[in-house]
Nanobody, 122 residues
């Protein structure tokens, strides 16, 4: 069983930045950030393979968000810049001990964090 502990959410004005952190308690093969806004489906934002430089981003955040890792701390970060009001959502860290698949396949992820709220005001 892997526990994911998230931190770093908050409120910011449009154009601002925030950094989210997610620390895993055990082995993961793939880690990702998802988000869910009220009344909308959960969507993938960024994905990374611990120990590998491979990353993947949703089109809506490319060029604005950066996912990175600190393998020594078993922690993944999501640096969010040029934030927009439409980025407002609950952000969730997710991890898989197996193959994550293409794009963001929610069913591939075994473990989820509790979520951290990001609110961007105009």
């Amino acid at each position: 069983q892997v526990q994911l502990v998230e931190s770093g959410g908050g409120s910011v004005q449009a154009g601002g930045s925030l950094r989210l952190s997610c620390q895993a308690s055990g082995f993961t093969r793939c880690m990702a950030w998802f988000r869910q806004a009220p009344g909308k489906e959960r969507e993938g934002v960024a994905k990374i393979y611990p120990g590998s430089p491979t990353t993947y981003y949703a089109d809506s955040v490319k060029g604005r968000f950066t996912i990175s890792q600190d393998t020594a701390k078993n922690t993944v970060y999501l640096q969010m810049s040029s934030l927009k009001p439409e980025d407002t959502a609950m952000y969730y860290c997710a991890a898989s001990q197996g193959y994550c698949g293409d794009n963001f396949q929610i069913h591939r992820y075994d473990y989820w964090g509790q979520g951290t709220q990001v609110t961007v005001s105009s």
